[in-house]
Every structure is written in structure tokens, then in C-alpha cells.
């Protein structure tokens, strides 16, 4: 299991994902989940991968070929992002019915989930999360954040932090409480941690940031958001409790 969130902005965008690909009593492996292909002055583009280890690894073989042999189309000549989304969606759907039959037979989940981000000059900065089908869903000013692999724990703080005009730099900062929280509550999804800021027009990465098992800063907003959190939780007020209702919701009546 992973988890990977890409997250639009008016200012950019973000994207963080762990490294865990299978966590056991005895056996615990890392792979890297987060890619950047930049053309500078043109192109931005991240993908993020989730789900089967051997598709995903498949399709990125498939796209750095693609672009090694400059077949047409590849990343770097594709006219839009939607285009891109849609691609990588085509790969995913080659791979899994080469293997299909295999997969079936042997009775294991071949499914994976691709983040498909960045900005394409001419475009405004998008974020489309691709489905193992091959179609993909868009992130909108309404739904700013996309989220691939293990998402319900880490889904909570976004909801209440994020919104489209958040600073660029508190996105970030939430992006990896959301990894951290996720982390906390699955061992399925372990560091390091990958995060990307791009910023808006400028069509390079810029800022990345890599937090290994251990990082002090890690260590340090964990601490920080724990202890932050016990604190507002001991004083929210207290329950009132209501000594006329009943078990089923009934008033009970008091002579």
C-alpha cells in the first residue's frame, strides 16, 4: 500500500508521497512513488503512483521509452495535461491486458492508480487522478485535492486545512501532516517521504523535499501538531448530557 495526494492551488501546486511498498513482521521494502518530467519553459509535469508495484513500474518503463525513442506521443509532445492524463491512462490499460490472464490466474489485485499534475504552456495548472480503467477525474477550486493508495487517514486534515487560496507554503505544510497522520495510523505507509512545490507559470520544480526515517523536522511537527491537538482537545467544553432521552431517541418523562 502507499498514499499520494496532489494538491491545486491559486498559487501551484503540491504533490507528497511516501516511499512503502510492502510492510510485513520481517520484510519491508521502499520504492520511489513520485516522478517529475520538466521541459523548461514549457512543461511541468508530476505523476505519482499507487497499486500494483510490477503495472505501475510497467508503465513507467513504457513512458521513459517513449520518450528515450521519441515516439509520438510521449510526455513532451503531448498538447495538454488532459492529453497526458489520458495517455498514462492508455498505458495502465496496455500493460494490465498483457498480464491480465497471469494475474487472474494466480488471483492478484493488478489494479493501480496514477496522480497525473503539473502545467503545459498555454494551460492553467491541473491535477487529474487516473483510475485503473484508464479514465480519470479532475481536482476543481471546489475539490482542491486529490488522494491515490491508503487516503482515508490522512483526508481528515486536508478537509479542514486546505481550501483553493491557502498559501502555497501552509499547503505544503498540511500535505505532510496529511502523509504523517496516514503514517501514524497504517504501517503499510512508511517513509521516506517525497514532496514537490511547483509554482504557478514558472514550469520547472523548484523545491523538493525528502524526509527520511528520523528527520528532526519530521520528528518536530509531529510533536508539535500532538501536542496541539491534546491541548484544544482538553478544552473543548465539556458534554451535556441529556438525562430525559431514551435509549431509542424517546423523551422519557420525569414526574
Sequence with gaps: MTYCLGILNADG???????????????????HKIFDFTAP???????????????????????????KNQVDPNLYSLESLYDVAR????????????????????N???QCNFLVGGQIA?????????????????????TPFLQ????????????????FD???????????????????????????????????????IRHRLRLRLGSPYLAKIRKYWEDAVRQTFEEMPDIEWQDDVGIDGQEIAID
Design 13 to 31: 501546486l503540491v504533490f507528497g508521497a511516501d516511499s512503502r511498498t510492502n510492510a510485513g513482521v520481517d520484510y519491508i521494502s521502499t520504492y
Design 41 to 67: 519553459g514549457d512543461r511541468a509535469i508530476v505523476l505519482c503512483t499507487s497499486g500494483n508495484l510490477s503495472v505501475t513500474q510497467s508503465v513507467m518503463h513504457e513512458v521513459h521509452r517513449d520518450i
Design 87 to 106: 495517455y498514462i491512462g492508455g498505458k495502465i490499460r496496455q500493460i494490465q491486458e498483457i498480464d491480465r490472464p497471469w494475474f487472474k490466474r494466480d
Design 108 to 110: 492478484i489485485d493488478f
Design 122 to 142: 498555454g494551460e492553467e495548472p491541473m491535477v487529474f487522478l487516473v483510475y485503473p480503467q484508464g479514465n480519470c477525474i479532475q481536482a476543481t477550486r471546489e
Design 148 to 163: 491515490i493508495g491508503e487516503t482515508k487517514y490522512g483526508k481528515p486534515i486536508l478537509d479542514r486545512l486546505l481550501g
Design 166 to 204: 491557502t498559501p502555497l507554503d501552509m499547503v505544503v505544510k498540511s500535505a505532510v501532516l496529511s502523509i504523517d497522520s496516514t503514517m501514524k495510523s497504517n504501517i503499510s505507509v512508511g517513509p521516506p517521504i517525497n514532496v514537490l512545490m511547483y509554482q504557478r507559470d514558472t514550469f520547472e
